[in-house]
């Protein structure tokens, strides 16, 4: 079974990449990763709060100081057989560029912009907010030659318009989302409680929905995570228009060797539909995503919400 796709320009055996999590804080579970069958791995985010004064009054018990950051991704790279793609978290331009050259210098194959900023002030509009993304990578893009992720936030306003600006400014690939921490509150304390949840599969459908959108929109390669537990959830976001899977949630609760159930969840739903490879596969569904996209317009909207006492009467 053919299972080999692209992403960011390399060809991958597999479209199941390790997503940015504490795995990649050691080498032995790097190479768990590797050895379970995972096509790529990407870095945890390297944050300019690491290695800035513009960090935290409070300090942060970071994993790594930025040059251990580097090392490591030169490690992984020396020690593993799979692309490694670093990550970058910023906020000053001259930061950006300066640690993506660092980090190609590296070795690293890729490089993913982790764009995870929240306006807090009413002084940004959207589309100010949205520029400083396209800078951003023009930027990078003018000081280094790795093909560039961005992984975004499903909060933009004109995800297709958004999409071809980034392709304009310089980038490879996006990915689609990042996931936001959303603090709840202590009744009991009064305290707000911050933490970040692993995914569930219920936030696949919004992954679903904008792969399936931006698909024939885009020649940015396209690449899902949140929400994928099981080989179902994989080849959903395959079919919809993905050539990769970044998971997390689901190797950090099985461990590193549950790549190898969703592969084998993969080539089992290829072989019993009569599919030799993933793109034979995704040339058969175009219809699909045309549905998909159709599924959620304004006229499927209106009928299911004044068909809904019908359906469950």
Known sequence: MNLTTHYLGLELKNPV????SPLSFS???AKRIEAAGAAALVMHSLFEEQFSSTGPSVPIPFHMNPEQYVQ??????KELKIPVIASLNSLREGAWVRYAQYLQDAGADALELNLYFLPRTDNDSSSVVEQRAFQIVRLVRQFVSIPLAVKISPWITSLP???RRLEEAGASGMVLFNRFIQPDIDLATFKTVSRLDPSSPQELTLRLHW???LYSRTRLQL????????SENLVKALMAGATTAQVVSCILLNGPEYVQILLSGLEKWLTDNNFSSIEHARAKVDALRKDAENAAGRENYIRIIHNWGRENS
């Open 17 to 20: 990449i390790a997503g940015a």
């Open 27 to 29: 080498l032995e579970s």
């Open 161 to 163: 318009q958004f999409a």
């Open 223 to 230: 690449s899902a995570t949140g929400g994928i537990h099981t």
């Open 211 to 213: 792969l399936a959108a």
């Open 72 to 77: 490591h991704v030169a490690l992984l790279k």
